[in-house]
């Protein structure tokens, strides 16, 4: 069954900690990417890659780190640095070639 | 740059009553243009795009939407609204240039009275 899984669901985190958010897809999809999600902000992306060991930042990367070691596998790191990092995260996967995109279940983080 | 706007924050309908839904976007070239549909604490869905070819195209779940280049606009139908489609509803463009990135708009959070 084909898709993109966000693990965990909930994650709850202490000030001053890092923590790793889970994206793994099995479509095969070239580029992937994640978005943080306030209510009534819409989709603010963070980071995405196109290929394998190459990545961008978005238009809020600051206080995040990622890696694509793996073509499947895309995980984001909120760091410490990140002042306000309690949001919904969404992970989300595209062909390469008409922006239609393929999202994940989600992943809501709380900062404690 | 691209753009998009969703004018309406909230909208609230009678069940059974229908349903538009405002997207107008800014773009220099052919726009490709997605309907997306959240539910609480899940991710996005598709409901329908538009590449190219007849502009009234239809998606799942029985929403519609038209583009309309003349008012830049890519509004989404529905002509009978079911309680179960509360929920938040997203407006995109994108493009064939993989140098543009997918605009969201800020979404319409839609309110179904029974």
């Known amino acids: 069954d084909g898709g993109i899984t966000q693990s965990p669901k909930y994650l709850f985190r202490k000030e001053g900690q890092n923590v790793t958010l889970s994206c793994e897809q099995n479509?095969?999809?070239?580029?992937m990417y994640w978005y943080r999600q306030d209510p009534g902000q819409g989709l603010r992306l963070i980071y995405y890659s196109q290929i394998v060991n190459d990545f961008q930042k978005g238009d809020i990367a600051e206080g995040y780190s990622v890696s694509r070691e793996k073509k499947e596998s895309f995980p984001l790191t909120v760091t410490s640095a990140q002042k306000n990092p309690t949001a919904f995260y969404l992970c989300?996967?595209?062909?390469?070639?008409?922006?239609?995109?393929?999202f994940g279940p989600g992943t809501r983080l709380t900062v404690l | 740059a691209q753009s998009v706007t969703q004018p309406d924050i909230h909208i609230t309908v009678s069940e059974g009553a229908s349903l538009e839904l405002r997207c107008n976007y800014s773009y220099g070239a052919t726009p490709y243009l997605f309907w997306y549909v959240q539910s609480p604490g899940q991710g996005l869905q598709l409901l329908l795009k538009y590449f190219s070819g007849d502009t009234l195209v239809q998606g799942i779940k029985g929403f519609e939407a038209e583009f309309k280049r003349s008012q830049s606009s890519f509004n989404l139908r529905k002509p009978s609204v079911h309680w179960s489609d509360a929920a938040e509803y997203f407006c995109?463009?994108?493009?064939?240039?993989?140098?543009?990135?997918?605009?969201f708009g800020k979404g319409t959070r839609l309110h179904i009275l029974p």
């Open positions: 989300a996967t595209d062909r390469g070639f008409n922006n239609e995109q393929f």
């Open positions: 995109a463009v994108g493009s064939m240039n993989r140098d543009d990135k997918i605009i």
């Open positions: 479509l095969n999809h070239d580029a």
